[in-house]
């Protein structure tokens, strides 16, 4: 369990950053002000974009574990799927049966009254967990029927005060030392939709439903110290009303960074946008290609059901599992399969057994290497026969359709790299490699290690890459009006085009947080000399011209939204770039990051940017 000093430590850690900050921006002639961490309504001057999740420390072991554990564990699963009504007809449901089979507040209080959990072990958890190769766990601490699983003072519909549980047992307590001591991260699900507090449903009353929320999550942050909160109910639905607006979401999101820098935050805090949170969630699926502008996560059942439902017997293979998490990782994303333990706290056997399996496929040959800290294959195109995932000097080719005697696996390049070496995990066949029309032919020469996939590993010499710059930003107009007409209020140097001012935060405190307009210009020098992807986040309206040439126009008003311009770019050039913006009102975004089959997507680094 991590003491109490390390949170004295981290608090003194965040003053020191912000005392740094406070004096590197005071040292700096006009030099951009640190972004200040939001605080809920700050407004002017603030700015919500405290890092860029694709490159900063507080996301790297997000980054880098790539594969965690969700756990649907709740009131819900006392009746394990099927709820008997007083007519003996049965209705089926997991998580959402209270709702999904109309059960009466008081018969569903009367069934959590009898839940008792005594057999969940937190060890296990966390053991199988680890054994799955899993690096994080992510458990549902309050799902939507508002029964908390922990012993909140905030009410008593929770797993102290309305159960047959041990009322001397914490099961989040004991998870979080369990996962301290294997060294597993753990997070919260949370729900903001909340069937069971009195004040949710009516938008007068909802404020004291926020305020025990709020008091509920700071319990959770201060007692539990979790690395990641995953939100959900966050979208517009009834049953009931759900007013959660993304304004909300800004409020809580700042609160919550406020009480914790470190905690890594997904996007249904907000409203599941690509400007909320650090991360986006694509639920039971897996996009095909890294998400534009965010980091992101797909979770998943291992059958048909998040919570668990004793007649579903749906399960999926443990080589798709294998096959969906290498898929996740070759497009830089993280896979967070779920587990639903049954009323007594046990995970079911078919779900253990696929999580060893994945776990054994990760430890053998070091294919894990594959996943760890690994991410999108970005030199060459995705192909038909498997996954490629790309980990510095290493391309991980995962063969899931391997080749004919003498046949070839062909990789097409999306740029020029060279292959210095090759061979297959766990055999000491010899692989050829072969240029061959639009890139490489991989001919092995012998069979597969394992027909869920067999991982080529690929040294690569990734071509001529610039040392990193020594820019200190682009030139920054702040104008008072979305028009940038007249003389510009404020100008200065912007370290990086990242800022999420959102409804009440501006780039200056002498600047509303509406109807104010910013232009960047200055020089953009990329280390690769490739097509790179300028990727813009932005809400109300944004413009780029790389060497004079508009390349993205979005100067539509409109609401967060990403735009991309696929732009060539040469090493050691200074492209001029110039970029116009303007806020009209409302929420107000604006990023700028690139990407190249060389360069993993990130906000353009404040080294390759000058003002000329
Ligand atoms: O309604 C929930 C559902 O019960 C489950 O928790 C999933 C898992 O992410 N989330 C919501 C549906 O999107």
């Known amino acids: 369990m991590r003491t109490p000093r390390s949170r004295t430590r981290r608090r003194v850690t965040a003053l020191t950053l912000l005392l740094t900050a406070a004096l590197a921006a ?19 001057g603030t700015d ?39 007519d003996g007809t049965v209705c089926r449901d997991a998580e959402w049966i209270q709702r999904e089979c109309d059960i009466p507040k008081d018969a569903y209080e009367k069934q959590a009254a009898a839940f008792d959990p005594a057999e969940f072990d937190a060890k296990a958890v966390v053991a199988a967990a680890k054994g799955a190769g899993m ?12 029964y908390a699983m922990w012993p909140t003072e905030v009410n008593s519909w929770n797993l102290r005060d309305h159960s047959a549980f041990d009322k001397r047992r914490d099961i989040l307590a004991e998870l979080k030392e369990a996962a301290d001591d294997a060294g597993i991260k753990l997070g919260f699900y949370y729900s903001i939709w909340d069937w069971h507090d009195p004040d949710f449903h009516d938008p007068a009353t909802f404020p004291r439903y926020e305020k025990r929320m709020y008091a509920q999550l700071k319990e959770l942050v201060d007692r539990y110290d979790p690395a990641l909160l995953w939100f959900d109910g966050e979208w517009d639905t ?35 946008r690509v400007v909320d949170g650090d991360y986006g969630t ?40 294998v096959r969906n998490l290498l898929a996740t990782t070759s497009r830089s994303g993280n896979y967070l399969l779920n587990v639903g333990p049954d009323s007594r706290g046990r995970i079911p056997e078919p779900s253990l057994d696929r999580l060893r399996d994945i776990g054994a496929w990760l430890r053998t040959d070091g294919q894990g290497e594959a996943v760890y800290g690994a991410g999108y294959g970005g030199l060459v195109e995705e192909p038909a026969w498997g996954a490629v995932s790309r980990k510095g000097d290493k391309l991980y080719a995962a063969v899931t359709d391997w080749p004919g005697p ?35 032919d991989l001919t092995p020469s012998g069979a597969a290690t394992n027909p869920t996939a067999t991982v080529v590993e690929l040294t690569v010499d990734p071509g001529p890459t610039a ?62 000399t490739e097509t790179y992807t300028l990727t813009t986040v932005s809400d109300d309206r944004a413009r780029v011209w790389i060497d004079g040439k508009l390349v993205i126009d979005a100067w539509d008003p409109h609401e967060p ?11 050691g050039t200074r492209h001029a770039i110039r970029i116009d913006y303007a806020e009209q009102s409302g929420e107000a975004h604006m990023k700028l990051l690139w990407s190249s089959p060389g360069q993993d997507q990130q906000v353009v680094p404040r080294a390759q940017l000058y003002v000329e």
Not at 29 to 39: E, F, H, L, N
Not at 257 to 267: A, C, F, H, S, W
Not at 561 to 571: I, T
Request: charged share 25%.
């Open 406 to 440: 003498g046949a070839a696996l062909h990789l097409k390049a999306r740029t020029g790299f060279a292959v210095t070496s090759a061979r297959v995990l766990g055999s000491d066949q010899r692989v050829t490699v072969t240029a061959s029309g639009d890139g490489y």
């Open 48 to 86: 919500h974009a405290t890092d860029d999740p694709f490159t900063a420390d507080r996301t790297a072991w997000f980054r880098q574990d790539r594969f965690g554990m969700f756990i649907h564990f709740g009131a819900y699963s006392q009746l394990e799927g099927e709820y008997t009504r007083p």
């Open 282 to 321: 694509p639920e039971q699926e897996i996009p095909d290609a890294p998400v534009d502008g965010q980091l992101w996560e797909s979770c998943m059942t291992l059958n048909g059901h998040w919570a668990y439902a004793r007649y579903d017997e749906n399960w999926k293979s443990s080589t798709s599992l």
């Open 135 to 146: 690096k994080y766990l992510v458990i549902t601490s309050k799902h939507h029927d508002g």
């Open 26 to 44: 005071a040292a700096l002639p006009a030099a951009s002000a640190a972004p200040t961490a939001g605080r809920p309504e700050a407004g002017p």
């Open 467 to 528: 040392p990193e710059g020594h820019g200190k930003g682009l030139r920054q107009e702040i104008f008072d009006n979305p028009e940038l007409t007249g003389a510009p209020k404020v100008t200065r140097v912007d370290a990086e085009v990242n800022h999420a001012w959102k409804y009440t935060g501006s780039p200056h405190p002498g600047i509303p947080s509406d109807g104010f307009g910013v232009r960047w210009t200055g020089a953009v020098e990329p280390r690769r």
């Open 238 to 272: 009834d049953k009931p009303h759900n007013p959660w607006t993304a304004r909300d979401g800004e409020r809580l999101e700042a609160y919550l960074r406020g009480l914790d820098p470190d905690l890594v935050i997904n996007n249904r805090v907000g409203k599941r």
């Open 561 to 571: 939204r990403v735009d991309k311009a696929r732009v060539e770019l040469k090493a």
